[in-house]
């Protein structure tokens, strides 16, 4: 039955007719994709038994102690009450290095956590390759995915808890977590990783805040969305569909859209399995979205992957993106005339201040990103005083290639070692 209306919301989910009778089968999939309750208990370990039944996987902790690197976990609170979960892998079994190390500090996009950074083996994980060099690593989470469900007024049953969108994660999150690192470590500044989303919340935070600007000795960008001059039809039909899907999503008062729960697990383990004859849904679906990339997709870590993420994230942020592609602009969240008034002082939301950026940014980008084209990523580089881009030197790399490539290590990761080396004191 759940295979049936999987298959049914992906073919309308792409069909260009849409009709009411399709909303009753929407809403069963969204309540069953979007549950209030996770039902999914995070752990350090895992026995056999347990792997079975499902409804435990392994946290940050647990997925970095698999292959014996020291993890460290710390909590930090916004200034607007949100309690926020840091990663750190202060070192690596490989380096006996003891002298004061250099911080980096990776940011997930969006529907994720810090679980993605550490998902494949050391050989081929960015978090562990940089403290294999001798990196203190820090791994950042945005308020509202899996580790950040926590407020010290609201539950996540509470629809303020959701009003949120990179902006906020951008301008709220992202200084609260540098400022305790920095702090912690008694450093004046890091490098800065982030993917897709995460990428967008830094840009929000340096245009916002420039003092930040110092703090960035350089931030690397894969993949990042910011302009969108150009989107791809799919892309373009998926969104457009996203009005609709905020109305069924509010009359069933959802405001966390796709957290990691039991329903995503059981899902990706029994459909996306290398046995399962709906590996090739989970796969379609996976291309059509990010770009189509068979060779670099490892299908037997798919159950794995797809069991972290999603990790959730708030209808806002879709819908703050949505805005950006219709204002083909890179802008504030627009509230509607009499909030913008209020919070903007003008009737629509100001642009992003770009040109206010002065830290020095390096962009990864790919060719066959389904999400954002060379298009946008050339004026995103156009706007900010300070960039440099490089195109990943594989013609199908995708958008979720940046973190899920069988080869990542090769096509882009070494690249990153030698861009942060250059910083170096
Ligand atoms: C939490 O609630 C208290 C009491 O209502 C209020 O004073 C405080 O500002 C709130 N804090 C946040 C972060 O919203
Ligand atoms: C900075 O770190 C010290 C311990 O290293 C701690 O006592 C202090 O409260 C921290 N300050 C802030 C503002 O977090
Ligand atoms: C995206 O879709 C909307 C409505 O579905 C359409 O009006 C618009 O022209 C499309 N834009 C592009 C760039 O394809
Ligand atoms: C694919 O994933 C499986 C399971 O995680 C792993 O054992 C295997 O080595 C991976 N293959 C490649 C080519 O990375």
């Not at 347990?50 to 460290?72: Q, T």
Request: charged share 20%; net charge positive.
């Amino acid at each position: 039955m759940k295979f049936i209306l999987f298959t049914f919301v992906i073919v309308i989910m792409f069909s260009e007719k849409r009709s009411q009778s399709i909303s009753y089968f929407l809403s069963t999939f969204l309540n069953f994709l979007c549950p209030k309750d996770p039902g999914l208990i995070k752990v350090k370990r895992i026995n056999q038994a347990e792997r079975v039944n499902n409804a435990k996987v392994l946290d940050f902790i647990g997925l970095v102690e698999r292959y014996h690197y020291p993890a460290e976990e710390h909590s930090v609170t916004t200034e607007d009450g949100y309690n926020l979960v840091i990663h750190r892998i202060p070192r690596s079994p490989l380096s006996n290095n003891q002298k004061r190390k250099e911080i980096v500090f990776l940011l997930h996009g969006m529907i994720a956590s810090s679980d993605y950074w550490v998902l494949y083996d050391p050989s081929k994980c960015l978090a562990c390759l940089l403290a294999d060099q001798g990196y203190d690593v820090w791994v950042g989470n945005m308020r509202g995915n899996s580790y950040c469900r926590s407020h010290t007024n609201m539950t996540v049953y509470n629809p303020k808890f959701w009003q949120y969108s990179f902006h906020e994660v951008g301008t709220k999150d992202l200084p609260a977590m540098f400022n305790y690192i920095l702090n912690c470590t008694k450093q004046k500044n890091l490098y800065f990783i982030g993917h897709s989303m995460g990428a967008t919340s830094i840009l929000a935070l340096l245009s916002s805040k420039p003092e930040y600007n110092i703090k960035i000795k350089i931030a690397i960008f894969l993949a990042p969305c910011a302009f969108w001059v150009k989107v791809t039809p799919t892309f373009n039909n998926t969104m457009s569909f996203l009005p609709f899907l905020k109305e069924i999503l509010r009359v069933h008062e959802i405001y966390d859209f796709l957290p990691q729960s039991l329903a995503t697990v059981t899902t990706a383990k029994t459909l996306c399995n290398d046995n399962a004859v709906t590996q090739t849904i989970c796969i379609a679906v996976l291309f059509l979205l990010f770009g189509s990339d068979a060779p670099q997709l490892n299908t037997t870590a798919l159950p794995d992957l797809l069991s972290h993420v999603p990790a959730g994230t708030s209808v806002q942020t879709l819908d703050h993106y949505y805005q950006n592609i219709l204002a083909n602009d890179f802008r504030n969240y627009d509230y509607g005339i009499v909030e913008n008034y209020k919070r903007y002082k003008q009737k629509t939301p100001p642009s992003y201040d770009i040109k206010k950026i002065t830290a020095p940014i390096h962009i990864f980008y790919a060719e066959n990103d389904m999400i954002v084209a060379e298009e946008s990523i050339l004026e995103l580089e156009k706007h900010l005083p300070n960039a440099f881009t490089q195109k990943v030197p594989y013609k199908l790399f995708n958008h979720v290639d940046f973190v899920m490539a069988i080869d990542a290590k090769t096509f882009v990761y070494n690249s990153i070692l030698k861009v942060i080396q250059k910083f170096v004191s």
